[in-house]
């Protein structure tokens, strides 16, 4: 039996690479959004944003506003004239500029100093610079008075220099007083403050999101049969209808199973996407999650005439469940009712099983759950779509 199963599931391979619009749409199309979006994600995280430096004080408090700015590893500053600053923000081929005017050291022992930000209008990523620059202002300003107040009330401690030196000190490693902030991701789902994203959130979401494409393309193979006349006569032949539909059933989990190896192989190899932390998790809530889609896949192709109708109802609904189920998005960013809604689907609970495991590495605890929701969807889609399923 097990040979008659495998040989219909072979059969049902087949079918689908014989068809160019099929293997352009659950195979080709899925690499190419995935290699693309993911680029996308992987050239933008970690990269520091560029600030461009002008020192016209050239004193020694003038370098440390610059060694106060490169501290902060998301910047990443160049030294260029007030002139080349102004025309490069002009133009929009800069976010930013910080300014050292001179006389900015004389300044801070005297009458006062100030720090001059340059942005361009259209960026709100500069605002970013200017936070940090009014926290470095405050660090300055505060070593100063006290350098201005002691120097000149106690000149037997030291100079404006000295005293500055031992009240900037006081900053290192942290400073007297410093808030820490903490992520609070308002989610019942795991209590974790980690959210996928960049590279992992794209390489999740298109591993579910295209999976059920591979299913739905798969189980049109069972309708072309049928318009044909082919399935009604595999009938006649010294095979029980249940190893017909078992065979066509492996088929589609087999075609979902490659898909989502490759999917995931080119997330781990090509963008980092940590999936072999902790792999059998992984291959558990996958393995759900393809039986999962198999079952949807089988019940739709069940209650519709013929492949046209299941072509047409497919992306819609896969692309429906994906953005329901939050392959688009963190579920954790949308409102309370939507995260609810995300449950009720398939896509949801691949999701979140996959986050769980593979951004917030919480391991095969975070598979259980998922894992049987998914496995009993399957077996509820399954079992009406092997029930209504018609052979003629």
């Known amino acids: 039996m097990m040979r008659k199963v495998l040989a219909l599931a072979w059969l049902n391979a087949l079918q689908l690479l014989r068809n160019p ?19 996308a994600f992987a050239g933008s995280e970690g990269k520091p944003m ?8 050239g004193s020694a408090y003038s370098a ?32 930013v500029a910080v ?103 794209s390489s999740i979401g298109f591993t579910v999101w295209f999976m059920l494409f591979m299913t739905f393309g798969s189980a049109g193979g069972i309708l072309e049969e049928r318009e044909q006349g082919t399935l009604r006569r595999l009938l006649v032949a010294p095979v029980t209808r249940g190893t017909i539909m078992a065979g066509k059933i492996v088929g589609i989990v087999l075609a979902a199973a490659a898909q989502a190896l490759i999917l995931v192989g080119v997330g781990a190899l090509a963008f ?53 189920g939050g392959c688009l998005w963190p579920i954790e960013v949308v409102a309370p009712v939507m995260q609810t809604v995300a449950k009720l689907t398939p896509t949801g609970w691949a999701v979140i099983g996959l986050t769980d495991i593979v951004a917030r ?16 969807f399957a077996v509820v889609s399954l079992i009406i779509g092997v029930r209504f399923l018609k052979f003629e």
């Open 99 to 201: 300014i050292v005017p001179d006389g900015f050291g004389d300044g801070l022992a005297g009458d006062g100093a100030e720090i001059q930000v340059l942005r361009d209008p259209a960026s709100e990523s500069a605002f970013a610079v200017i936070s940090v620059v009014q926290g470095v202002s405050m660090r300055m300003s505060g070593n100063a008075e006290v350098a201005v107040y002691i120097s000149q009330g106690m000149p037997w401690v030291g100079d404006f220099d000295d005293v500055y030196a031992a009240s900037d000190a006081r900053w290192e490693p942290l400073p007297p007083i410093y808030a820490e902030g903490q992520t609070v991701v308002a989610s019942e789902v795991r209590g974790d403050s980690v959210m996928a994203e960049g590279a992992t959130l």
């Open 272 to 324: 980092g996407v940590p999936w072999g932390r902790d792999p059998l998790p992984v291959a558990i809530v996958l393995g759900a999650y393809v039986l999962a889609g198999t079952g949807l896949a089988v019940m739709v192709s069940a209650l519709v005439r013929t492949r046209d109708q299941l072509g047409g109802l497919s992306p819609l609904i896969s692309t429906g469940l994906a953005m329901l």
């Open 21 to 39: 619009g099929e293997v352009v749409g659950v195979i080709v199309l899925p690499l190419a959004l995935t290699m693309l979006f993911g680029s």
């Open 64 to 95: 440390q506003v610059r060694e106060l700015l490169d501290a902060e590893e998301s910047f990443e500053t160049s030294a260029v004239a007030r002139s080349e600053a102004e025309h490069l923000i002009g133009e929009g081929d800069a976010a």
């Open 50 to 57: 560029q600030v461009l430096f002008v020192d016209e004080d």
């Open 361 to 376: 590495n919480q391991g095969i605890e975070a598979a259980v759950l998922p894992t049987a929701v998914l496995l009993a």
